[in-house]
């Protein structure tokens, strides 16, 4: 009781960081499925700039936290993101960087750890030098992998049925996946290597081990009311977890 009205009374203030370039990570986390906070956080100052509770991951977060940060003053030499559709076109006009354990974690989405194929044996091998390599080398070995496998991957399966409906598929759907995510991604797969000036992390590690420690942290406090919840998280983003 007596830390719920301690809770009530306190107004968690802004950070006080003066506004200046940076390399921004930005990313979501959630508690269940429908309630999250959007973060981003300085790479060079290792500090939480922005935040705000969502109740599911859209752009419009990401365009109305970098408009809000820009109108404060700061700006951004580069950006490090998840690779979700659309963060791209957010950060638009700087160098982006894909997470690179993010791309890694898709791939073994769609083919898991122990894939059937040879083919998927293959990529999961070839994805797992992704932190280890540069773009030319894997771009190499990717379009090679690709050169092999090609019809594999492109193999369709067709069902007909009573009523003479035909539906087609992609036999080989997850390998098939794993490499155009692949591809898709690849020219953000990368920068960091590109602007070593810049020091632009290759993951989004920072940012995902002060989410983990807030989770951690705020577990001591199951069961608090929603406002109450923010404050505690908002305390501690601030704070520098």
């Given amino acids: 009781m007596w830390v719920r009205k301690q809770l009530d009374t306190i107004v968690v203030p802004a950070p006080e960081i003066v506004p200046q370039p940076t390399v921004v990570i930005a990313d979501t986390t959630f508690w269940g499925r429908h309630y999250g906070v959007c973060v981003f956080r300085s790479s060079e100052l290792k500090k939480n700039i922005w935040w705000h509770e969502v109740i599911n991951e859209l752009m419009a977060h990401y365009y109305y936290a970098k408009k809000i940060l820009e109108e404060r003053g700061w700006s951004f030499t580069a950006a490090v993101v998840d690779g979700r559709r659309g963060l791209f076109n957010v950060f638009k006009g700087i160098p982006v960087q894909m997470c690179q354990f993010h791309q890694i974690k898709i791939v073994i989405r769609y083919i898991t750890t122990r894939p059937k194929t040879e083919a998927g044996r293959e990529l999961l091998a070839l994805v797992l030098t992704l932190t280890k390599t540069n773009e030319k080398a894997f771009t190499e070995a990717l379009n090679a992998w690709h050169t092999k496998w090609e019809s594999f991957i492109n193999e369709m399966t067709v069902n007909t049925f ?26 953000h797969l ?25 989770k951690k942290k705020l577990a001591a406090h199951h069961g608090l009311r929603k406002d109450r919840r923010y404050k505690v998280i908002s ?5 520098g977890v």
């Fill in 235 to 239: 305390k501690l983003l601030r704070d």
């Fill in 162 to 187: 009573v009523s003479g409906k035909t539906t087609s598929y992609h036999t080989h759907k997850g390998v098939y996946s794993a490499y155009h995510s692949l591809k898709r991604n690849l020219p």
């Fill in 190 to 214: 990368f920068t960091y290597q590109k602007y070593p000036e810049l020091n632009i992390p290759n993951t989004t590690n920072d940012l995902d081990g002060s989410f983990s420690a807030l």
